[in-house]
């Protein structure tokens, strides 16, 4: 990679995530090694360590982005990843989330709704070398089954509301973080399992893009 970029990684980490109290040292040590320019278009390379979002499809049910390195670490440091931990990456997009995690742990189930995107996240992650992640295609919304029960589940995009789908798939003493609501109104939040019942605390507020197929069943009103 280009000295260039590494410079741009090095602050990133120090003007986006250490200011904004992201402490945990291997997650930082994370994204200082992970290029995150090999995640977006050719043509976002020059702006992929800015602190937005960045757009990476049009989806017919909705834009997709790489989440804003700050809100994306505050929330990896919110669950608390143990190097043992099975993840799973729900909304991973081209990848980038699920190359922080695999610096973290050791087994990423990284899930994927498009198959563009997900076929972008297979081919960036093997060039990475990044052999502990899996990439799988399904709708969002009802996880990963098949490699469930999982340690960590992590939302790549807010949602309106978690589906009980998830909190099933949670191992016991499991945690997933996600943020909940929109735009300014969205609060990043962590849910605990044990024994059994799940049960949440609001961490920090969080404005990040929606991830489609989260949004909350309309309820008509007499």
């Known amino acids: 990679m280009s000295a ?8 990133m980490v120090d003007g986006q995530l250490r200011t904004t109290d992201v402490t945990s040292t291997p997650l930082l040590d994370a994204f200082l090694s992970v290029p995150r320019e090999l995640f977006v278009d050719e043509s976002m390379r020059e702006l992929a360590y800015i602190d937005e979002d960045i757009r990476i499809a049009d989806g017919e049910s909705g834009a997709r982005f790489l989440m804003e390195p700050s809100p994306l670490a505050r929330l990896l440091q919110l669950a608390e990843i143990a190097s043992g931990d099975a993840v799973l990456d729900i909304g991973c997009g081209t990848g980038y989330s699920s190359a922080i995690l695999s610096q973290l742990t050791s ?8 198959p563009e995107l997900a076929g972008r996240a297979r081919e960036a992650l093997a060039a990475l070398g990044c052999g502990n992640v899996s990439v799988m295609e399904g709708a969002l919304r009802d996880g990963w089954k098949a490699g469930a029960p999982y340690d960590v589940i992590v939302l790549q995009g807010s949602a309106d ?11 016991d003493g499991g945690r997933l973080v996600a943020v909940e609501g929109s735009g300014n109104a969205g609060v990043a939040r962590v849910f605990l399992k044990a024994d059994g019942l799940v049960t949440g605390r609001r961490a920090f507020n969080a404005a990040i893009r929606p991830l489609p197929g989260f949004e909350r069943n309309k309820v008509f009103e007499f």
């Open 107 to 114: 087994s990423v189930t990284a899930l994927e709704s498009d």
């Open 161 to 171: 509301e978690v589906p009980e789908a998830l909190y099933e798939q949670l191992a």
């Open 4 to 11: 260039d970029f590494t410079e741009r990684r090095v602050k």
